[in-house]
């Protein structure tokens, strides 16, 4: 007797335990609705949504809302320009949070007059730079962290003394008889052009450890937060401050440097002037009888070895809802000409409250001083 056999059944059993799969993957597939709001509340417009695993994504619509389709537990990150990155597991009914992040990169974002946009938003031209970033070496004014380093931006020393002040011009000149300074804005206070009494540069009131970034605001556009004043560009001095929740933190910044004459100009020494003035005026002449006898290198009496220092100790950190920056500074440099010196001592405290669960906000600075003993 032949015995038979059919691959018939077999195939069946494929075919139902893949179409058993099939529903089963399926069925872990859900519709995700959900809600993105802020720390206050508000709804966030435009947030991204995307499921880690399969790949799904959408953004929020003008309430926050949004819809996706995902499996049943997948990770879910939602992230916004500004607010830190939340990772959560899918569910049918969701409600998320975003918390602010307070470290906000200048690459991405840029504090202007009237808040904070992003870079790609902005009409105007607009450069942010992080002076920590550079290496500045040893610097007495603000003006001169930006030399040399932003586009359009042209800083000249106006005699090269020790705090001395310097032209700045964005983009060129606009006038030919009115002002074409920028309009300088430190911590939302504009400085005024009359500059300050007793000191030739208002900048060098301004401890440089003590500036977090500068941004430039470059063309006409800066006229519609600052009118007339901001015509000829706008310069934003952001100082830092403490971080919410910071632990205490100590820290030292100091240089010394030394500074020397490059080379000397090229004249007579006093024997070779005198054979100078005896062979053009005659030996028995009156200009050669009021020669004397002296030979003094003036230059050398004039210029010196100069040696500089500086030095910043800093106090930050987060004290419950008071974040707090406490900065004490000393730069003392002097000049290879032996008159010119340039000494001032900063302090600084600033205090950035908050009350009512973050919904009302405090930048306090209590304490800002400069004592500059010798203008040069």
Same mark, same amino acid.
């Given at each position: 007797?032949?015995?038979?056999?059919?691959?018939?059944?077999?195939?069946?059993?494929?075919?139902?335990?893949?179409?058993?799969?099939?529903?089963?993957?399926?069925?872990?597939? =859900?519709?995700?609705?959900?809600?993105?709001?802020?720390?206050?509340?508000?709804?966030?417009?435009?947030?991204?949504?995307?499921?880690?695993?399969?790949?799904?994504?959408? =953004?929020?619509?003008?309430?926050?809302?949004?819809?996706?389709?995902?499996?049943?537990?997948?990770?879910?990150?939602?992230?916004?320009?500004?607010?830190?990155?939340?990772?959560?597991?899918?569910?049918?009914?969701?409600?998320?949070?975003?918390?602010?992040?307070?470290?906000?990169?200048?690459?991405?974002?840029?504090?202007?007059?009237?808040?904070?946009?992003?870079?790609?938003?902005?009409?105007?031209?607009?450069?942010?730079?992080?002076?920590?970033?550079?290496?500045?070496?040893?610097?007495?004014?603000?003006?001169?962290?930006?030399?040399?380093?932003?586009?359009?931006?042209?800083?000249?020393?106006?005699?090269?003394?020790?705090?001395?002040?310097?032209?700045?011009?964005?983009?060129?000149?606009?006038?030919?008889?009115?002002?074409?300074?920028?309009? =300088?804005?430190?911590?939302?206070?504009?400085?005024?052009?009359?500059?300050?009494?007793?000191?030739?540069?208002?900048?060098?009131?301004?401890?440089?450890?003590?500036?977090?970034?500068?941004?430039?605001?470059?063309?006409?556009?800066?006229?519609?937060?600052?009118?007339?004043?901001?015509?000829?560009?706008?310069?934003?001095?952001?100082?830092?401050?403490?971080?919410?929740?910071?632990?205490?933190?100590?820290?030292?910044?100091?240089?010394?440097?030394?500074?020397?004459?490059?080379?000397?100009?090229?004249?007579?020494?006093?024997?070779?002037?005198?054979?100078?003035?005896?062979?053009?005026?005659?030996?028995?002449?009156?200009?050669?009888?009021?020669?004397?006898?002296?030979?003094?290198?003036?230059?050398?009496?004039?210029?010196?070895?100069?040696?500089?220092?500086?030095?910043?100790?800093?106090?930050?950190?987060?004290?419950?809802?008071?974040?707090?920056?406490?900065?004490?500074?000393?730069?003392?440099?002097?000049?290879?000409?032996?008159?010119?010196?340039?000494?001032?001592?900063?302090?600084?405290?600033?205090?950035?409250?908050?009350?009512?669960?973050?919904?009302?906000?405090?930048?306090?600075?209590?304490?800002?001083?400069?004592?500059?003993?010798?203008?040069?």
């Amino acid at each position: 007797m032949k015995q038979v056999k059919s691959k018939l059944p077999l195939r069946m059993w494929a075919v139902l335990c893949g179409l058993i799969l099939s529903v089963s993957a399926f069925a872990q597939q =859900i519709t995700v609705n959900g809600h993105v709001k802020d720390a206050t509340g508000e709804a966030v417009i435009g947030a991204t949504v995307k499921a880690l695993s399969s790949g799904g994504g959408t =953004i929020t619509d003008f309430d926050g809302n949004f819809t996706l389709k995902a499996n049943a537990g997948e990770q879910l990150e939602i992230s916004f320009i500004g607010y830190q990155t939340a990772t959560v597991a899918a569910q049918n009914s969701m409600d998320i949070l975003l918390k602010e992040d307070v470290a906000q990169a200048l690459s991405e974002v840029v504090v202007i007059g009237y808040g904070v946009a992003k870079k790609n938003d902005l009409t105007g031209s607009v450069t942010a730079i992080k002076p920590d970033e550079k290496n500045h070496g040893l610097i007495t004014s603000a003006q001169d962290m930006i030399s040399g380093k932003i586009a359009g931006v042209n800083v000249t020393s106006d005699g090269g003394t020790p705090g001395g002040s310097s032209t700045i011009r964005i983009r060129g000149g606009s006038s030919l008889n009115a002002s074409n300074d920028p309009l =300088i804005v430190i911590d939302g206070l504009a400085l005024d052009r009359q500059g300050v009494k007793g000191s030739p540069n208002a900048l060098s009131m301004v401890n440089p450890n003590d500036i977090e970034s500068f941004t430039v605001l470059k063309d006409a556009s800066a006229t519609a937060i600052y009118g007339s004043r901001g015509s000829n560009g706008v310069i934003i001095i952001t100082t830092k401050k403490g971080r919410k929740g910071m632990a205490p933190k100590v820290s030292y910044n100091g240089n010394v440097s030394y500074s020397v004459k490059k080379k000397t100009i090229d004249v007579l020494n006093a024997d070779e002037y005198r054979s100078f003035i005896k062979s053009y005026y005659g030996e028995g002449s009156d200009a050669a009888a009021l020669l004397g006898n002296a030979d003094t290198n003036w230059q050398n009496e004039l210029f010196h070895g100069a040696v500089s220092t500086d030095h910043n100790v800093t106090v930050q950190g987060g004290l419950a809802n008071m974040p707090y920056r406490l900065s004490v500074g000393y730069t003392d440099q002097n000049g290879i000409l032996k008159t010119s010196n340039f000494q001032r001592t900063t302090a600084s405290l600033t205090l950035n409250p908050s009350f009512l669960n973050d919904h009302l906000k405090f930048k306090l600075l209590v304490m800002q001083l400069a004592w500059i003993p010798h203008s040069p």
